[in-house]
């Protein structure tokens, strides 16, 4: 099975930028690959933030978007906050499955 | 008020067998493909299964192959993965997940396989 690749960890300023990457080991990240984003805080259950490269829910905060980016699916925080720390995750689609990254433990500080 | 609640879990001993269920609510559950994700203490998510909505289409990571079958009953609005000659890897927090684009989440069930 594919391997997904992310940072292992980031650190952004309150009110800064960051980028986060998750690679394939198949080759470019497409749209085909259905990437989608998962926020995850200490202590609770996952939640999905973003679907299908850039698409929401409507709890995700609009400081989140999702896009392709260098052949790979990236998940931009534009304006930090606190409560943003968290370790996320990507799940790209091979098929009929599916297979997630080891996760990007982000530190706001 | 959308709920996905997992049970079953529990304490079994390696080659052993555990049944796990989701009871759906709050959503039309026969229209959504639904998932196990599972995490292990300390560790990231791990994708197990996919089943669509009538339940003729599954989809399972290449290490339970053989081991778990998932299941559903659309007339009960519930999930089964039955999970057979368990090993100390698949010790973890289960979870389930679907309704359209991941949107809704468990809070798990945690299966632990030791002697």
């Known amino acids: 099975q594919a391997v997904v690749t992310q940072e292992p960890s980031l650190t952004v300023s309150p009110g800064g930028t960051v980028t986060l990457t998750c690679a394939s080991s198949t080759g470019a990240v497409t749209s085909g690959h259905y990437p989608y984003w998962f926020q995850q805080r200490p202590g609770q259950a996952p939640r999905t933030l973003i679907y299908?490269?850039?698409d929401k829910h409507s709890w995700t905060p609009a400081r989140f978007s999702g896009s392709l980016l260098g052949g790979k699916a990236a998940l931009t925080l534009s304006g930090a906050q606190p409560e943003d720390e968290a370790e996320y995750y990507c799940l790209l689609s091979y098929g009929g499955g599916r297979v997630f990254g080891g996760g990007t433990k982000l530190t706001v500080l | 008020e959308v709920h996905l609640v997992e049970s079953g879990g529990g304490l079994v001993q390696p080659g052993g067998s555990l049944r796990l269920y989701c009871a759906a609510s709050g959503f039309t559950f026969s229209s959504y493909w639904m998932s196990w994700v599972r995490q292990a203490p300390g560790k990231g998510l791990e994708w197990v299964a996919n089943?669509?909505?009538?339940?003729?289409?599954?989809y399972y990571v290449d290490s339970v192959k053989g081991r778990f079958t998932f299941s559903r009953d659309n007339a009960r609005n519930s999930l089964y993965l039955q999970m057979n000659n368990l090993r100390a890897e698949d010790t973890a927090v289960y979870y389930c997940?679907?309704?359209?684009?991941?949107?809704?989440w468990g809070q798990g069930t945690l299966v632990t396989v030791s002697s």
């Open positions: 299908d490269t850039s």
């Open positions: 997940v679907g309704g359209g684009y991941a949107r809704f």
């Open positions: 089943i669509n909505e009538d339940g003729s289409e599954k």
